[in-house]
């Protein structure tokens, strides 16, 4: 594959970074385009992520918010706060967002401040559920941003998961305060009715949770709060709520992030912990459409509390969390073929962050520093465009 296309400007060679086409009276985007050359289609133009650089700095420093898409808008809402560390600290109402040029606005706060909470988006709705300071609250925005609430969960908590299949918007396990774990799942329709589906296989929480054709997965966390054991479970949900269990993960571990792109979901990383083993993770599983479980290529550096967004053809996933005084700004991308590159690093190094995806530009945004940095929270905003 060349490096790069080119067209003449004035006698000047200039990078092209976009194709249109005609369709139907329609301008539709290029993603690949071949030429032939002995007879053979080759590879000549595609659109690869590189990195654009920061933007607009978040309303509020803050690491453990949610993000989702709605619309032309990438939303990141909630999170938690050092004010003076171990002392006095905050959970987060705040809520940013960023359009389809990056042009950047407050949005309406959350009902409830609260950090470790989980979003998605169904039908014209992005939905924020639970988390730690009102673990039963439901915010809700629609694509022109109004804010409004929504059924609370049916059961409070934090460190849950969510993602949406088919008409519906699952949110799944979790914590609630004082130490216990649930395996319930609620749900919300694209119309915000709430319900109830069938439990998780096992109680469990900072568990991740992504997309892939007919099906929300679920997978990993932590299932024993006295001992702290990670689970290498796997549960599934159908476009009609039906729940399943998949082959498990390669390794047990929790604090792991997860994306989908093409025919798969790809879940990155995580904190293994068991049998007095505490190990950072660089594990990388990958389910298909069929749920059929692969191992792929590792992250290049082990490590948990990742992000990942997907943005065309690409899967990224940023920064994380490397030990209890040191994080990461190191990013890999996944393509539609599972080949995985090293892309330019994070402006900040930072864990507990949040990702979102709007046009041609996917987010990284927020996240805490090390504690031994007097300012520990970021409000530090890195793109990717295509």
Known sequence: MAKGCY??????????????????G???????????????????????????????????????LAATTIGDYAIFGGGFAYIDYGNSNKECSTV??????????????????????????????AIFGG????????????????????????????RLAAAAVGDYAIFAGGTPSGGNLTRRVDTYNSSLTHATATDLSDPRAYLAAAAVGDYAIF?????????????????????????????DLSLDREELAATAIGNYV??????????????????VDIYNTSLTRTVGTSLSQARADLAA?????????????????????????YDTSLTKTIGVSLDQTRRCLAAATTGDYALFAGGLYDISVAAYNSDTVDVYTI
Request: with cysteine; proline share 2%.
């Open 7 to 24: 067209v003449g400007v004035n006698g000047v060679a200039r990078k092209v970074k976009k194709i249109y086409v005609g369709v139907d």
């Open 26 to 64: 329609i301008a539709r985007k290029v993603k690949k385009a071949y030429i032939g050359v002995g007879g053979v289609a080759r590879l000549f133009w595609r659109r690869e992520p590189s990195y654009y650089g920061t933007t607009s700095v978040l309303n509020e420093g803050r690491g453990r």
């Open 96 to 125: 940013d967002v960023y359009g389809s040029s990056l042009t950047k606005a407050v949005g309406a706060s959350l009902s409830h401040a609260r950090s470790d909470l989980a979003a998605t988006t169904i039908g014209d709705y």
């Open 131 to 158: 988390g730690d300071g009102n673990g039963g609250a439901v915010d809700t925005y629609n694509s022109s941003l109004t804010h409004a609430t929504a059924t609370d969960l049916s059961y409070p908590r934090y």
């Open 219 to 247: 997978a990993g966390g932590y299932y024993d709060p006295t001992n702290y054991y990670t689970t290498s479970k796997v549960d599934t949900y159908n476009s009609s709520l039906t729940h399943a269990t998949a082959t």
């Open 266 to 283: 790809i879940f990155a990383g995580g904190h293994r912990k068991r049998n007095g083993i505490d190990n950072l993770c660089n594990t």
């Open 309 to 333: 967004t997907t943005i065309d053809d690409y899967a990224i996933f940023a920064g994380g969390d490397l030990s209890y005084y040191e994080s990461s700004n190191v990013v890999d991308i």
